[in-house]
């Protein structure tokens, strides 16, 4: 089974609205750490935000926030007036607590944002 | 701070020889670090773990002879590709963790295989 899914391979949105990317996980481990990342052009891999299972408040990193549902084991991303600088791919991310440091990823969704 | 570096930032070889990609912590000591593949409009696939002064554990499908990879200290690990084909023309993305729940990524290198 997918430890991390991602069902958008694309999203769009005009610029200054909200857009939600996806993200569902899969694990049994009561401890595991949920990242988001944004991937531009040029490769480099950003870290966007962290949410961990035994947070009680969802996320919140400036535009970025998290939508931590954890009967549902979902943990989207949610970016609030989107800008231009926006448009990457991003990938979603869980590192489970009993499994060393590797981290399982996504395949990711990439967004375009139109002005 | 967590800044992380490689080098080269881009390679371009012939067939058959051999390719050293560096990954250093700049402003920390990465207990592990995280070797990555990624191909086009694809996910990164993790390659291999290693930690410090241990040898690397490699995922599943990986050739441990022929991705070299040796983390000598706590700010660098290199990942060698040897004898390098051209189906080995991919991005090559490092990281680096000091901690569980952190893992810090460096800006890639994309190698070409002639």
């Known amino acids: 089974a997918q430890k991390i899914t991602q069902t958008q391979p694309g999203m769009f949105v005009q610029e200054k609205e909200a857009v939600t990317l996806d993200c569902t996980y899969d694990?049994?481990?009561?401890?595991?750490?949920l990242f988001w990342y944004k991937q531009p052009s040029s490769g480099e891999m950003i870290f966007l935000i962290y949410?961990?299972?035994?947070?009680?408040q969802n996320a919140t990193e400036g535009r970025y926030s998290l939508n931590f549902q954890k009967a549902r084991k979902s943990a989207n991303l949610v970016i609030s007036a989107s800008q231009l600088g926006d448009s990457a791919m991003y990938f979603c991310?869980?590192?489970?607590?009993?499994?060393?440091?590797?981290?399982?990823f996504g395949t990711g969704t990439s967004l375009t944002v139109i002005p | 701070g967590a800044v992380v570096s490689q080098h080269p930032s881009w390679v371009i070889c012939k067939s058959g020889t051999s390719v050293k990609i560096e990954c250093r912590s700049l402003?920390?000591?990465?207990?592990?670090m995280f070797w990555y593949r990624q191909f086009p409009k694809q996910s990164l696939m993790l390659m291999a773990t290693?930690?410090?002064?241990?040898?690397?554990?490699?995922e599943q499908g990986v050739e441990k002879d022929k991705f070299l990879i040796n983390h000598a200290s706590l700010t660098l690990s290199t990942l060698t590709v040897t004898s390098a084909h051209p189906e080995d023309s991919s991005f090559y993305i490092c990281?680096?963790?000091?901690?569980?729940?952190?893992?810090?990524f460096g800006p890639g290198t994309r190698l070409t295989v002639t």
């Open positions: 990281s680096a963790s000091r901690s569980p729940y952190e893992q810090y």
């Open positions: 694990t049994s481990d009561p401890s595991y750490g």
């Open positions: 949410q961990g299972s035994y947070d009680q």
């Open positions: 991310a869980m590192r489970e607590g009993g499994t060393g440091n590797q981290f399982y």
């Open positions: 402003d920390f000591q990465a207990t592990t």
């Open positions: 290693s930690n410090e002064g241990s040898k690397a554990t490699y």
